[in-house]
């Protein structure tokens, strides 16, 4: 009876860690899958301007970056109908947000447009992209206008599961202005996302610690079955 409990035992062990195994790849794989969705909300931008004939705009990092300056600043002021009530000052863009982004003072250009949104609960791009960024006719007059020439996005989202998104655009010669010193590697993000960079999302960062966990479970419950043996 004793030797039948550990057969068991060992059976069940062994049954675990391959389900932890399995959760472990299927989160490697969700981390891989999911890009940035600031470079997603971007593309959908683009892929809206060429199709009416429009040529696509430069994706900037440095633009990008300041968009979700614009976002951190404007959290928490979200009404009950996905309304977003904020306006950073011009002091805001050359003494906090420039600096925070890295972006060399000299290539600071103009912000000729600037599209803020926000929503009670997650959106995927395409659903941020038709629901809060080209919603009205303000947005899709900016989306389309004939003298953008580069775009940046930024996006979070705040422990209450509310989503912000800024869409911020310049009109000065293309890939010229905003530029990120030491093209960006300064930047010490620790949430939301931009576009332009490589740098990880935090929703990636939440999926490597989710991984993490996992492989320390599957580490422990190991052990566990080989002092079972």
């Not at 004793?2 to 675990?16: L, P």
């Not at 422990?159 to 310049?170: A, D, E, R, T």
Request: include cysteine.
């Amino acid at each position: 009876m004793e030797k039948m409990r550990k057969m068991v035992g060992r059976s069940g062990c062994e049954v675990g860690l391959l389900v932890l195994c399995h959760l472990l790849l299927a989160t490697q794989v969700i981390s891989k899958k999911h890009g940035n969705p600031a470079n997603e909300i971007v593309d959908l931008i683009n892929e809206n301007r060429t199709a009416v004939k429009l040529p696509p705009l430069n994706n900037s990092p440095g633009i990008g970056c300041m968009a979700l300056q614009f976002v951190e600043a404007c959290m928490g002021n979200c009404t009950a109908n996905n309304t977003l009530h904020c306006s950073p000052s011009e002091d805001d863009l050359t003494e906090i947000f420039a600096p925070n982004c890295g972006i060399e003072l000299p290539t600071f250009g103009s912000i000729t447009g600037r599209i803020l949104g926000c929503h009670h609960k997650h959106l995927n791009p395409s659903e941020a992209f038709s629901q809060v960024i080209a919603s009205d006719k303000t947005g899709v007059t900016l989306l389309k206008n004939r003298t953008n020439t580069d775009v940046g996005v930024g996006l979070m989202s705040s422990h209450k599961g509310m989503s912000y998104w800024c869409v911020l655009f310049s009109s000065d010669k293309a890939n010229s202005t905003f530029l990120l010193e030491d093209r960006g590697v300064g930047i010490k993000q620790k949430t939301g996302c931009f576009s332009g960079s490589s740098i990880s999302c935090n929703d990636g960062q939440r999926n490597r610690n989710a991984g993490m966990h996992l492989f320390s479970m599957i580490c422990t419950m190991a052990i566990t079955c080989l002092l079972m043996r």
